[in-house]
Every structure is written in C-alpha cells, then in structure tokens.
C-alpha cells in the first residue's frame, strides 16, 4: 500500500510519546506555534473539540444551566481574596503589567480559572434566596504557565468548560457536584468509549480551594493514567470570602453553596491515547466529525454516480459523509482516512462494480467486507457504526482490566508500576504521609477514592495499620 | 400593569445613551465587572451571540470554512512583522511579561487580531498550489486597550469571529472578500432585520495593512452609524512579510493572495439601537433565543393545562417556548417579557379560557389579538413570527430612508449632522484633506464607498473639484 502516512508514525509498543506526537502531527489534529508551550489547533482537531462541545453543551442546558462569559483577566486583588487558591495558582499564572502603552497600577492575570469571576459576579447579583440558584457554565481558554507541555494533555494554554452554580442549600449544592460527575462519565462511556472510573481525591489531590474534589479517571493504552475531568463542591469558602450574601427564607442574611465542574480538550489526548493505533487516529463514531469516507477508485461515471448515490442517501440521513475525489491515489486515499480516523471507509472500484460489489472497511479493526451495490447501505452503515462504538468501547474495558491490579503488598506494587503499569487497587489509611511514601514510586500517585465498598485487605499497604479507604493508584500524565 | 423593570429604562428619545445602558442592565444582557473595561455576558446576551454563531458558523462551513483555534499570545517579533498592522495595533494592546513567577525575555501580546498567527502557520503549513486554498475561521475573544468603553459597542475584551484565508490567485482572493461581504450582508438582512449598507472603507478608514477594506455599516434609531462587519483584502502583503512562500503550478515560488474577514457581539449593540424601544428589548424572531413566552394567570389546573399543551406543540415545531409560572404577579411577568424581548407572549386567564378565548401580544408593536383557544395556535404563531421580523425589517428602513440625505452643499451637511444626524450621501474628489475637513463636523466620518452609479452632483462637496466618488458620510459610534 502507498502509505507515506502511516510510515510516519512509530509503533506505540516502541515508543509511546514518540508515537502520541506522531498521531497529533499525522492526523493534522495541532501542530506547534510560535507561542511557546502553546499549539495551534487545527481542523481537525478543532472539528473533535465542537462534536465534544455541542455535546456536552446539550447535557448542561437540559440540566438547567446557561451559558455566559466572564473576562479574560483578574486583577490581582480579586485573585487574592480566596488564600488557598491563590496558593494553589499564583505559580503558574502569566500577568499583563502594560496596557495602551502604559504601565498598569494593578497587574492582572490572565484567567487560569475562573473562580474568582464567577463568585464576585454572584456577589453583585444575587440578592434573596429567589435569585437561587444560579446555573452557569462558560466555555473558554484558560492559561496556566506550564514547564513541560504537550498538545492536549498539557498546555499553557488549553481550551475547555468551567460550570460554576450556587444553592440555597448543603444538598443541592453536593447532589450538583455528582450530577455533573455523572454527565460528565456517562459522556466517557457513551461517545468517548472511555471505560472512565469516578471517585473521589484524597486531600491531598483535590482542587485549590474546594471541600473536596471528584475525578473522572481514565488509563490510557500503556497503562498511565488521566485525570480527564473534575467536579468541586466548595461549600461556603468562595462565598464567604467574596461576600456572596443573600436573604434567605426566613430573612436572614446567609451564604450560598457552591460548585465548579470542568473538562477541557486534554479529553482528545485521552481518545488518543486510549484507542488509536499504529496506523493512526481511531475516533469512536459517536464523536468523529465524519463518519464515512467514499472512494472511488479511477474517474469512471457509474463508480462516481455510486459514490454520489450513497453519500446522499447517507447525509440524508444525519451520516456525516465525504467523497475523496482528488487526484491522489487510491492508496494515499485509503490510509489517510486511516490516518484520520474515519470510521468507515466504502472502496468503490471499477471492476468490482462490474461484479455487483463494492468493498466497506472499518477503521477499528481495519476488517474489510464485501457487499452487493444494491444492499441497504444506510442500514449497514448504521450497524457497522454501532458495533465501531460498543467494539471499541469493551477493548478499551478488555485494556482495562487487564492492567487493573489488586495489590496488598508494597514489593508487588513497585514491580508492578515499574514494570507493567496500570491502575493498582491497594488499601489506605488516610495519613497523608503514607500518600507521599507511594509518589515515590515512579511518580505514582492516589487517582482517586473510588464509590464502592470493596476492600482488598484491612491493613494500609504502607504502614501496615488499619484501613477501612479503598484507593485507585497510578502513574499520572 | 406593575412594571416596575420598564420603569427602570429612560426613553431613547430623552437620553439616548442612558436608554441604551438602561436596556443593557434591565434585559440583564451584560454588567460590569471589576476587570476595568471588560463586561460579564449574563444568560439573556450570551444566548443572543450563541445563536448568531450557529447561524454564521453554519454559513461558513457551507461555504468551505473550518474553525481551528490560534493561540491567545503572540511573541512581540512576531506582531512587529508586518509594520502597518503594528503600528495601527501597537497602541492599544495588552503587554504579558511576567509569567510563572518569571520576567519573560519576551512580551507577549493577548491578541487584538490574529493575522500575525495565521500568517506565521500559513509560512509552515503550505508548500505547494496543492495546500490551497486555506480556508479558515475562528470564534475567540480579543482584546484592545480602549479608553471608553460601552457594553457590546466598544469593550476592552470582545467576542467574534476571524476568518483567514489564503488563495493561489487574486482573482480568487477578492471573490472570498466579497462573498463573506455578502453573506455578512444576508445576515442582516435576513436575521437582524438591520437594513445594512456594505460598501469600500476609504484609505483612510481601511484596516491596518490590508489593501481594502469593505464594510457593512447599520444605522441606529439615533441617527449614528456603526461599523457592524468587515472584510479585508490583504493582497500579498502578509505573505510576503511572514515568508508565506509556495510551489506554483509552474513549480516556481510564489506568495498566496490573503484575507481576513469578522463581525462580533457589536451587532448586540446594532440590535438593540435599530430595533428596541422604552420598553426593553425587541429582537427580531430569527434571532430571539426564546421565541413565545406563554404566562398561566393564577394556578387554575385548565389554564395551566392549555398552556402545556401549547408549549409542547410549539416546542414540537423548533418553536422555542417557555411557561412562566413562577409566584410573580400577571403584570411583572408580561413586563419581563417586554423588557427581555420576547417576540411572542401568549396569555392564558380562567376567565378568558371559559369564553374559549386566549390573548396573544406581540412584542414589536404590543398589539393584543384575542384567539380562539381551538386556534391551529403553531400555525398562528408562525404566521405572526413572520410578520414581526418582516414589519421590524420594513420599520428599521423607514427610519433609515427618512434619515438619509442627498447633500451637495457643505453648510446643509453641518446643519443635518448636527440637527437630525443621519446618513448623508455627497460626493467627494478622493483627496484625504477633503476627507479630514469633513471630520471637524462632529465626529462625522466616511462610512463607506457604496457599490453603485449613483451620482448626486459632480463636486466635491469640501473642494468644490471634480468628483466622481459617492460616499456616504455619518457620525461614528
């Protein structure tokens, strides 16, 4: 096969960062900028990041939430008023100190969250418990002055959602934070074919400033693992360090509840890494902006009025389909949609036409079939597309389990994290002290406190006391 | 009626300007923020953007466009390539240079247009006639450094679109930077209900570093005009100050021919000062988020049965529709369907129902019809959808020919613009002192070159020379 593509990208077995940038650069999802530590998001890439988006946008409104914006910049005395996240942030934020040619008397920060925003904007508008609650999300680019970066997975500046509610009460408040865990695992396995694992961050790993923070987690093909989205519950710290005041039902001046949720486009490094291969980008239907590609094969006029014939059926129908006509070969053809990560591609040839044939491959695993011209393409499509999507959604829990270990003692855990990582099901104690001992394994870190009541023993693998806390570890991206 | 949120507007024809902030604050459109210049986009403003994005956006893809996303900061040697394009930005932007805790060796700026980046992933991403054309846009927020600022009109940050493109030919190049002139054009026309003028920007008036600039400018209720979309033709200039180089069809080098093209939530301003009035906002039904608003009087179980069994009739149609039934008096809720623009209102009393009868009121006009409750109440409804964005069209141009002048003296011009400002069509030799002179009358300003014959004299009507240019003239928001 003429393939130039796909000889651009290394074996994932033999060099797994090499082989991500690879797919980044061959599939034309970012490239790099002149900006440093920031990419340029192209096609598509882009076109991933809006099917992720509209979505997702769809679950928030149904659920009650609207949309808005917020300003790009904080000044710095807004940024100070909540102390732990300004500890949490300060580091890593990037300040604008001249505007209009002039020296600013106040630096402002460009937003690497927007908390802060969110919750003076509540102060100044929420005035009795009928103003309750408030449901918001803003979809925007925020900017965090990372060291190391990568496309998607770690950006100075990245692209994502940030939900910010408030409530009358405690309960609604905490029912919000795992209403939109919920959505936000149920979009991991129903469009992103991600086998995502929810729970909740010990202390030590929650979010800047909230009560307590829950995480989707996800592991990707070489069993490293992925913080892919968060869900924080803040209680009444933001309001009442921003003075978010209200009159409540019985007239009394009290303070909101709070939340904040969020994913961001570091949810395409996880399709990536948790379902692409060698050949290039594999993209579940449910989120792949084009879902067949028709090539005919040489210029003949019935080859061309087939594939015409079958993208207008197909479209008609809501099948996001293209023709590649261009003058490049068949092969070329073939592996960029590969390369791409086109679900199905339909293979139209002069002479199997003749024999009443035509040929439809599927991108997961490159499987090739014959049909008859006259069969009821719109019918198979939709099948096909179905078994793509529940196919790659069992390999990736099959991936899964299979680098799932239960683990009682600390020697297995060190071989198994230096030596065939994946996710390790240990006990804990609670004390934060045995937390760092483990993140001297190789990076290794707690992923979260899973919703089960499973126990694997009663005994902390660190220190050998008692512990009643069941704990997801892994190495983190 | 209670309508204690009308109260709260001045009439736009005792205080135009205080109007115009009052409809801003009252529709909860947008509010201030404690980012100095910047403005919070509340529920009601951001819904009216989303859907002017889906209807560009969707425009645009037919067109051949895909959005990709550029970084937010652009390195200072990079936005000093082309000399035009900074010195006509340099004054007005936002300077980083601290980040991570770190003097930068290098400023960076928050965008105020992104030709600089484009033009810098053109240079690396295009070898050959093959790579084009490059169509692309953009939706982000950029920021100038403004002194004054308004809500929607002119803010430090502001959303829009970019759309950047680059071609082999000329030929082909001035097409794209008519075709998004039109469909700009369309756009009003159609959706805003904005009768919009387009036409050439003078040498003067055109964008930094383009080679022309078209325009699509609106007349607001006030006589003043605002520049509401353009679309530039850059030639080679870009390409060949950012080394955009390619293999011709006649394998030599060559630099492609450019354009950029943008509207942004200014058009929120244009809307509410061509079509609202001292009741709130009035928004054409394409563009209207919510489209009828249906408000139950009491909580009779029959009255709030019709009421959704109407709701899911509409809603079943894309008929986007919402009940009101919250604890608030009759008369608050048809103010706040005034005040917030609802095209529709449909009300439903005990009284009214046991007659068999419904009141439906249209925004525009706050005409009452009274209806049969066995009413077909979807085709109803978008008979009279129909008739509000077409009279709300035919109103916007009669108040726009009744505030255009055909001028060939200098003293009338001054008398118009500062009596009963407006649109003023006089001729002019094409000589920018001529052009100067003309901006000592208040603020006037050459809108636009427009594509037509028309003559209304042979004279400059600053020099007195021969002059062959029609140009419409106006104040300048």
């Known amino acids: 096969m003429n393939n130039k593509q796909n000889k651009e990208i290394i074996s994932r077995d033999v060099d797994f ?19 440093k530590g920031c990419v340029v998001l192209e096609p598509n890439g882009y076109a991933i990041w809006e099917k992720m988006q509209s979505i997702l946008d769809k679950k928030f409104k149904e659920t009650g939430h609207s949309n808005v ?23 890593e934020v990037a300040w604008v100190t001249e505007g209009g040619n002039k020296k600013l008397e106040e630096r402002l920060c460009i937003r690497p969250t927007s908390e802060t925003l969110f919750s003076e904007h509540f102060a100044s508008s929420v005035s009795s418990y009928r103003d309750l609650p408030k449901l918001y999300n803003q979809w925007c680019s925020v900017l965090r002055w990372e060291k190391e970066t990568r496309p998607f997975l770690r950006s100075r500046e990245f692209l994502w959602q940030e939900g910010h509610t408030i409530h009358e009460t405690k309960a609604e408040a905490e029912a919000e934070t795992l209403r939109m865990l919920n959505i936000y695992n149920e979009f991991f396995h129903d469009y992103l074919a991600i086998p995502s694992i929810i729970g909740k961050k010990t202390e030590k790993e929650k979010f800047a400033g ?65 379902h692409s291969d060698d050949y290039g980008l594999v993209l579940p ?40 006509d261009s003058d490049k070969s068949p092969g070329f053809k073939f592996a960029k949609t590969e390369v791409e990560g086109i679900p199905i591609r339909i293979e139209i040839g002069k002479r199997d036409l003749d024999n009443g044939i035509i040929t439809i491959v599927r991108r997961d695993t490159r499987e090739k079939r014959e049909l008859f011209t006259n069969t ?85 693998i660190v220190c050998g006391k008692k512990a009643d806390k069941l704990v997801i570890w892994g190495i983190q991206y």
């Not at 960062?17 to 900006?35: E, F, H, Q």
Request: aromatic fraction near 10%; include cysteine.
């Open 17 to 35: 960062a090499k082989w991500y940038t690879d797919i980044v650069r061959v599939s034309k999802l970012a490239s790099y900028s002149n900006t």
């Open 69 to 91: 914006y917020m300003p790009l910049l904080i000044p710095e005395n807004l940024l100070r008023k909540e102390s732990e996240l300004v500890e949490g942030f300060a580091p």
């Open 210 to 274: 909230a009560e307590y923070t829950y995480t989707v987690e996800a592991l990707m093909y070489n069993g490293v693992a992925l913080q892919s989205g968060t869900s924080h519950y803040f209680g009444q710290k933001f309001s009442k360090a921003y003075g978010i005041k209200y009159l409540n039902r019985e007239n009394k001046y009290d303070y909101p509840y709070q939340t904040s949720w969020g994913v961001s486009n570091r949810m395409i490094g996880a399709l990536i890494m948790v």
């Open 285 to 324: 239907p449910k989120i792949a902006p084009k879902k067949v590609a028709i090539i005919p094969i040489g210029d003949d006029l019935e080859v061309l009025s087939l594939a015409h014939d079958y993208q207008e059926k197909l479209k008609s129908e809501g099948i996001e389909t293209y023709i590649d």
């Open 376 to 460: 009821d393409i719109v019918r198979d499509v939709k099948v096909l597309l179905d078994d793509i999507q529940n196919d790659m959604y069992d390999r990736a829990l099959r991936r899964r389990e299979e680098l799932t270990y239960t683990v009682t003692d600390m020697d297995e855990f060190e071989d198994i994290i230096n030596n065939r990582p994946g996710l390790i099901k240990a006990m804990w104690c609670g004390d934060s002290k045995c937390e760092e001992k483990i993140k001297e394994v190789r990076g290794c870190k707690s992923r979260c406190i899973p919703f089960t009541d499973e126990k694997v023993d009663d005994k902390c």
